[in-house]
């Protein structure tokens, strides 16, 4: 026994010797507010030599681990503050020191809150966070962050991520708009207001099973108490103008948040479409080529009020009541169009001309009721929210077409008039909880929506001054849906693992009645949607990452509606009631170093996917747009990702993606049975923000994409843009001026082309990408308070627009 306390005894000192230690302490400025991100670094005493770095965490927290017995100084810096070195730590045992506290350095007072910290790119379990609070990033536009978005793709105004449509979601509350709509409530949500973007594209159980990846904007909170309030102008320049006015104004209490924004947009869009279909005889041989020239000049007014009251009824509760109204009085579009057809020799046979005048008014009636309670459980938490939404779409349309021979006589004059509505209600009522299990994080809750919708539409012939109505092309569609959705979620973090997975079940009921075709499509099914997360840190620096998922896309209204709308008597959209919902599984590999440099491969496979698909009659030369399905739509692809502050003053981003892509669908106007397209494509861009000084920071984003599978539709050639933002601040951040060019060289625009068989059929579509826009927002009140502006917009509301 004395042999062991001895051996114990003159051990100890080696063991002293051999221990290793820690340092932890926290990073605050001089209002005690955690500083995140800033440089930490440890030094020798002796002589200031380095010996480790890091970075402060989101709560201003930093720690160094595994230090051997010695004297060490620490310092800290961070742009827009003074250099601070602590006191020399003689260690010789793990320490906890007393905050390191950063005062504001008198060169960057004012706004360098605003405009010096770092955006940061976080890697969840189960979702990308882009933290942009008090960034050069958030000094434009809601709209301008998602351009800026890792993973985030604008083509054509339709957000994309992983080449996918994503759906924009605030507060976790889904924004189901048009996409012009979407743009233009983004654009009017000041990004000063948005602490951080997460990129889901795995969504968790708590989500609807609908839709594919989702972009939730998380909005920054403020306790303080006062009023605030903006009034913002801007106008836009493509090839015609446009311009929008709004203003919003913030009033907080003890007890309320009341929030409310009016916008007015006056939008003149002008587009033309160059298209060229050839059409074949039955034993192969050219029949006849179109060649079409379209321009549409679309003129809209458009207003919109948004009003959110928030009333704390104690500590632990909360009631909201939330109002969107969109009211588009004016949404009319001036048509022109000429045809030119040609034998198989290349000579033009005749040539028809079309004036279309398409006039639209819609109102969009959002209402929502929202009530919290903190349960007081280990951060238990009960939500139930009730909402309702009324949509209305008037149209009409008068077509006249004009029919010439090769030698410019008349043939021929054919015209008709279409006058479609769609009325649509939305209930939904939905309770979710959230709260723990022993060492287990729990979320459950259960959903109800009820969907009533009716279309309908006249069918005139104009032709001879004489107005009669066509029976066999009227339309009257009506469709109900019913679903009833449950969920469950649980996650758990062990050392250096965690985990999470949910299942989420809906039930859906729905019948749609095309009453003109006598074509019923009744569907009832219930589906199960697991997901599943799986991630190890084995290191500070390395991160791995498994997720799974399956999901559902179920047909837009519109898409189900058999009415056409046409562009001449020759060429028309259809929809098709016998559309089936699409099943998505998606499984993915993640490797991600430093939080800077991440490697993303991923399959995905969508069976039944939804698409518009052109086919040509090559019999009655007519050319027509079906919505419907697709047998299958499957991606692989391998991403990879950096981004990093590269000087003090230049954050850089780089994002590429080499993917391949693979659909199959029906012929409905060919001999053959299925067509499979492949193809391979790469996607690359690259983003710089200058913080040129504390009120003036610049934008330039460079973008290229070689090809891109839609459908039948593949790109004729790479897509590239190059686009430039400038923002400067006045009057100590009161007034902001932007400027921003987008798509410098005009070179966003590319033709799209289906050739199997006996289809060839290309479609050049020139809206316009080239648009140069200047901007100007004045703050008065406490300006730098953030509000409770949010959307209210429901999962089911997408589904009333068009795809």
């Known amino acids: 026994m004395r042999n062991t306390i001895l051996f114990y005894i003159l051990l100890a000192p080696l063991a002293l010797i051999a221990q290793d230690y820690n340092i932890s302490s926290k990073v605050i400025d001089s209002k005690k507010k955690p500083i995140s991100f800033a440089n930490v670094l440890l030094l020798k005493a002796a002589d200031s030599s380095f010996v480790k770095g890091t970075v402060s965490e989101d709560d201003g927290s930093c720690k160094f681990t595994d230090l051997e017995i010695d004297r060490y100084l620490i310092k800290v810096s961070f742009v827009g503050y003074k250099d601070f070195y602590s006191s020399p730590i003689d260690l010789n045992n793990s320490v906890v020191l007393p905050s390191f506290i950063l005062e504001d350095s008198a060169e960057f007072l004012g706004e360098v809150t605003v405009t010096a910290k770092r955006p940061v790119i976080q890697r969840k379990i189960d979702r990308l966070v ?5 960034t050069a990033i958030s000094s434009g536009s809601t709209y301008d962050i998602l351009k800026r978005t890792p993973g985030v793709l604008i083509n054509q105004d339709q957000i994309l991520v992983k080449n996918r449509p994503a759906q924009v979601y605030i507060n976790d509350r889904k924004v189901y708009l048009t996409s012009q709509e979407l743009q233009q409530l983004l654009e009017g949500f000041a990004g000063v207001n948005v602490k951080s973007v997460e990129v889901i594209t795995t969504p968790p159980a708590k989500y609807d099973a609908e839709g594919g990846a989702i972009l939730n904007i998380i909005t920054s909170k403020n306790p303080s108490i006062g009023y605030k309030g903006s009034i913002n102008a801007s106008n836009t320049v493509g090839i015609v103008p446009k311009y929008a006015v709004g203003t919003s104004q913030y009033y907080k209490t003890d007890w309320l948040n009341a929030y409310a924004s009016y916008t007015f947009n006056s939008r003149f869009d002008t587009k033309t479409d160059e298209g060229f279909v050839q059409f074949y005889n039955p034993d192969g041989s050219e029949k006849a080529t179109w060649e079409d020239l379209f321009k549409r000049d679309t003129r809209t007014f458009s207003h919109s009020l948004n009003t959110i009251l928030d009333f704390t009824l ?45 006039e639209n008014d819609r109102n969009n009636l959002i209402f929502s009721l929202k009530y919290d309670k903190d349960l007081g459980e280990n951060g238990a938490k009960l939500t139930a929210i009730a909402n309702y939404i009324d949509y209305t779409d008037n149209q009409m349309q008068s077509v006249n077409t004009r029919y010439f ?35 287990w ?38 469709y109900t849906e019913n679903i009833y959705a449950s969920y469950f979620s649980f996650a758990r973090d062990w050392d250096k693992w965690s985990f999470k997975a949910g299942l989420r079940g809906e039930y859906t009921a729905a019948n749609g009645d095309s009453r003109t075709l006598g074509v019923v499509n009744t569907q009832e099914y219930l589906e199960l949607f697991p997901t599943v997360y799986i991630t190890n840190n084995p290191s500070e620096n390395h991160s791995f990452g498994l997720d799974y998922s399956r999901r559902i896309d179920r047909p837009r209204f519109q898409s189900l509606n058999p009415f056409r709308y046409f562009l001449n008597e020759n060429n028309f959209q259809e929809g098709d009631p016998n559309i089936q919902p699409a099943i998505a599984n998606r499984i993915q590999f993640n490797y991600t170093f430093k939080n800077k440099l991440s490697f993303d491969l991923y399959w995905d496979r969508i069976d039944n996917a939804m698409s518009r698909l052109p086919f040509q009659d090559n019999q009655d030369l007519t050319l027509r747009g079906v919505n419907t399905n697709l047998n299958y739509e499957r991606q692989f692809s391998f991403d990879i990702t950096y ?20 659909n199959e669908f029906k012929t409905l106007e060919s001999q053959v049975d299925n067509v499979k397209n492949n193809i391979n494509g790469v996607y690359l861009r690259t983003m710089n923000y ?61 033709p799209l082309t289906s050739k199997y068989r006996d289809q060839n059929n290309t479609f050049f579509a020139m809206p316009e990408s080239q648009k140069i826009r200047l901007g100007l927002r004045y703050k008065f009140g406490n300006f730098k308070l953030s509000d409770n502006s949010r959307d209210i917009n429901t999962e089911e509301e997408k589904r009333l627009t068009k795809q």
Request: aromatic share 12%; net charge negative.
């Open 130 to 134: 882009f933290n942009v609070e008090n």
């Open 314 to 358: 104690s500590e632990t509760e909360l009631l909201s009541f939330s109002a969107n109204i969109l009211h588009t009085p004016k949404a009319d579009s001036e048509i022109s169009g000429r045809t030119e057809t040609y034998n198989p020799q290349g000579q033009l046979d005749s040539l028809y001309t079309t004036q279309s005048l398409l």
């Open 405 to 439: 021979s090769n030698q410019g006589n008349l043939l021929n004059v054919n015209a008709f008039n279409t006058i479609p509505t769609q009325n649509s209600q939305i209930y939904t009522g939905q309770l979710d909880y959230t709260g723990s299990l022993e060492n």
């Open 441 to 478: 994080a729990i979320e459950t809750g259960v959903k109800y929506s009820g969907i009533n919708s009716e279309s309908r539409q006249e069918f005139f012939n104009t032709a001879g001054n004489v107005s009669d109505s066509d029976a066999i092309l009227n339309d009257n569609f009506d």
């Open 643 to 662: 981004s990093e502050f590269v000087t003090n003053w230049m954050w850089m981003s780089f994002e590429s993606s080499f993917y391949n892509m693979e």
């Open 690 to 750: 200058l913080i040129i000084d504390q009120t003036f920071t610049a934008t330039i984003t460079n973008y290229f994409m070689s090809n891109i599978l839609a459908g039948s539709y593949q790109y004729d050639r790479p897509q590239y843009a190059l686009s430039l933002d400038l923002q400067k601040t006045f009057m100590n951040g009161r007034l902001t001026a932007t400027f921003s060019t987008e798509d410098i060289f005009n070179t966003m625009n590319i």
